[in-house]
């Protein structure tokens, strides 16, 4: 049975997007428990595999129709796509049950359907890119979860349906890019299947054609997953979407685009081709750390909440680049690592956003004042994420951070070290100017100053259960993965990093 | 070293987490129930930490492994001489403060109670956890939920200049805290391992450069804590907070948490041996003696109570520091008992100033002529306390600065002995106008009738007192500081 396992977690997202088009045409009511069952399916698959790899410590395989690789279509589960695969289930479930409510207020219900069917090709096209081990198949499914990702976009408030556009011309060029750089490696290796390219390419290294194929790979991807200077698309994407969309998208999506960047330069790709042959880390972490403190000053910026986290996260991407820099065991333990915490890290604080949104129908940093009253228990999962990626320990963002840094000392690389302290620094700003707002609100002027002195009680949040306990779910995620954070690096990272 | 495993250090820990979950769910609508939470978590820390003490004692240390990190890092307490001093420290003074804080909040009728208690019993968790810390690492973890903890103490009151001073706050220990970890990483890649190890365990791994360069971010980290100039600037503006909180965390738990952390580095990282081969402890010297002296100086010219105290704070964190940087054996037991000794002293001051200005809202010196009359007992407390800083017998002062005289002599530094003396003529010469204008000062009218602040504010001053004089007479009894100092000199100088 377990098997089988790889291409039942993207089968059945898929076939069950299908079921809920058609249960939708009954009866609206049975999208939403479909959606359940599929991805508690997907949780399921998932973490029996990563049991299964962590024990067996080999990766399964998977022929797809029964096709021998190379022709056919591979699905390779090891340690690290294990680890990603369970982390994007188990968000892409507790973000399901917590959009169920945010739906009612934002999404028109005969669109739910609609909703709920991209809501699960989305998660279908994520979990196909992780599973893959095809370099085609990967940008078949890539394109799967992009047409999902515009059009669930384009659902969001006014503005959406032009975000969402821009979202197209961009991420069309990055799957164009993609394509024509796996064109480049057909046409000079005669194979598609990941493990088949590996033993091949070494030989063709100093070859031009690899060198652009490469290039084109890694800017296509890095289109997708919104490093900088390629992530303008993302902010007013992610902001206009649906609270539950921007919930799920952000963590998600640009950390699988992380994972792939990964997978291409140390698994498909030697790493010395990119660390040494040309100096393709060196320049990422270079664009990285601009891009972080760009990122960073940009989030300064912002009023709005939820487009403040979309620069966060470009400056998190900038984060697992750091990482890839680095390029030794260190760097790249905190960078997988980072993958997973900052996948819970987003969901908690896009899915706060989201609740803010749904009890005061603002995003507005400034009209948060003293939220704590009225939501304390949002606000205190705010403080969870924030701290997290501020890098508070045990909170699980401090520990990729300490690898990431001790990735970058042992490489010698002063400039992306300074780089990272500072931006925790300015995230700590960041994030406390919030924080000051909903828990101190400044008074505006003095007279106020003695006015909210006296006793007013608080209210509990006047937020569904249905919302808060994924959230609350995703909150302690945060503590546990800090804390146990070496059991993961025991059992899983450690394995999922090439020697190098 | 005999090594006892036991959870009991994360159970200490555990009692003021536990003791803060709790507050927050007795919440405002059971103010008597939150308070209730508030002792028994105090108290509960403090015998915990106490049934440690005969270990200790016995030359043991206690060590629990909370959990394994990667490759030779985990999150380690262990309990030795030096953090058993200031986890008792803190955690009794816990107690009496607790008692202090439930006076002056529920007189003063403040907001925000909960919170207020809340955040104390975590700042407690962090101080607790930074003593009890078995390496870099878990020190870093607890140093940062110390800092995050007070932070909502810091701007209690809410207002504009509250919120500056809070903001100062968060900017000088956060970028601290930035320097330690670089240096903390730093440390792991030059030796693979962040263990305290008295005596010091980086020695010979790196370049005699590169050490230094760690040493000096590692104390700019851990200094900007300790509030040495010209890193200090926070420490007056938070004076803002509820005096409770000036008692008991600026003087005992976050500051002296900085200058255990500074002590550690200095004494459990580097070692005397390879800070007198590098030659950086002379730098260090003159860095605390410049912010003693000026430290002082600025104090003659604060009229504000707190401020006053605040900067004597500043002063005598510096002499901590100072008696560590020479390097002599005295001079370690010195700056050890001057951390335990100058939280007694201090905390009394602090909590007169406090009754004082829930007694009569006065907050500047300048108004408080004739207060002695009117508040006895806690100008009383407040002279003794006054008397001991500046070192006169029969108080505990005494003691720990003639170690820190004696560790001078012993490092044959003599011009460092001038400015432990000339530190202490100067904090007589702040301190003895406050006693004077207080008892001497002729007022206008008629005598006032005696009227002190409620017993739950004079009580605990005069309970510290009374054991400031105690460990001055014993200064072994009760705690055991005397002891502990002393073993702790011993296994790092190598002599246990």
Known sequence: ?500 | MEIVHSATPLVALIASLLGAVLILLAGAKRPNLREFWTMAAAVTQFSLIYSMLPHIMQGKIVVFTIIELYQGISLQLTVDSFGMLFALLASFLWIIVSVYSIGYMRTLNEHAQTRYFFCFAMALFGAIGVAMAGNVLTLYMFYEILTIATFPLVIHKETTEALRAGRKYLAYLLTGAAFVLFSMGLTYYLTGSLDFIAGGFVAGSGSQDLLRLLFVAFIIGFGSKAAIMPLHEWLPSAMVAPTPVSALLHAVAVVKAGVFCCLRVILYIFGPELLMNLGLWILLACFVSITIIVANLIALTQDNLKKRLAFSTINNLSIIILGAALLSPDGIRGAMLHISFHGFMKITLFMCAGAIYVATRKENISEMGGIGRQMPFTMAAFAIGAAGLTGIPPVCGFISKWYLCLGTLEAGQIIFLFVIIASALLDAAYFFPVIYNAFFKKTAGKTPRIKEAPVLLVAPLIVTTAFSILFCMFPDAFLHFFSLATRSVQTIMGVL
């Open chain 1, 1 to 500: 049975m377990i098997e089988q396992f790889p291409a039942l977690i993207v089968v059945t997202p898929l076939i069950f997007a299908f079921l809920v088009t058609m249960a939708g045409l009954w009866n609206r009511k049975l999208c939403f428990p479909l959606v359940l069952i599929a991805l508690s399916a997907s949780v399921v698959f998932a973490g029996g595999m990563l049991a299964v790899v962590i024990s067996g410590d080999k990766p399964i395989h998977y022929y797809l129709g029964g096709w021998a690789p190379p022709w056919g279509i591979e699905y390779v589960i090891d340690h690290l796509n294990a680890l990603i695969l369970v982390s994007v289930a188990v968000i892409s479930l507790l973000v399901a049950v917590y959009a169920q409510k945010t739906l009612e207020q934002e999404i028109h219900e005969s669109k739910l359907p609609q909703f709920y069917t991209l809501f699960l090709l989305q998660i279908t096209g994520l979990f196909g890119i992780t599973a893959t081990g095809d370099m085609f198949n990967l940008y078949v499914l890539l394109e799967i979860a992009s047409f999902s990702a515009y059009a669930i976009i384009a659902m969001g408030e006014r503005g959406a349906d032009f975000a969402a556009f821009r979202y197209v011309l961009f991420g069309t060029i990055g799957a164009c890019a993609y394509l024509l750089g796996t064109g480049y490696l057909y046409i000079i290796t005669g194979s598609l299947n990941m493990a088949d390219l590996t033993p091949l390419l070494p030989h063709l290294f100093y070859s031009k054609a690899l060198l652009v194929g490469f290039a084109f790979l890694i800017v296509g991807i890095g289109i997708k997953m919104g490093i900088f200077p390629l992530h303008i698309w993302l902010p007013d994407a992610y902001t206009l979407a649906p609270s539950a969309v921007s919930a799920l998208l952000a963590p998600l999506f640009t950390k699988v685009g992380a994972y792939v960047i990964i997978r291409i330069m140390f698994t498909v790709f030697d790493p010395s081709f990119a660390i040494k042959l040309y100096p393709v880390t060196d320049v990422l972490g270079w664009l990285a750390a601009i891009g972080i403190l760009f990122a960073c000053v940009m989030a300064l910026a912002q009023s709005d909440f939820k487009r403040m986290l979309c620069y966060v996260i470009v400056a998190e991407m900038g984060y697992i680049l750091i990482g890839l820099a680095s390029a030794n065991r260190f760097g790249l333990t905190g960078a997988i690592l980072h993958i997973v915490n900052d996948m819970f890290m987003m969901a908690c604080l896009f899915t706060v956003a989201g609740a803010i949104f749904y009890q005061t129908g603002t995003r507005n940093i400034y009209q948060f004042r003293y939220l704590h009253r009225t939501m304390p228990i949002i606000s205190a999962l705010f403080i969870v994420g924030a701290l997290s990626v501020v890098g508070i320990p045990p909170l699980c963002g401090f520990f990729s951070k300490w690898y990431l840094i001790l990735g970058a000392i042992q490489a010698k690389q002063w400039g992306l070290v300074v780089v990272m302290l500072l931006s925790s620094l300015l995230m700590a700003i960041l994030f406390f100017r919030v924080i000051e707002i909903v828990y101190f609100a400044p008074p505006t002027d003095q007279r106020h100053a003695h006015h909210k002195h006296g006793k007013t009680g608080i209210v509990m949040d006047n937020v569904p259960l249905s919302m808060v306990i994924p959230m609350v779910l995703i909150g302690i995620g945060i503590i546990l993965l800090g804390i146990f954070s070496g059991v993961i690096i025991k059992h899983v990272i450690a394995f999922a990093i090439p020697s190098m």
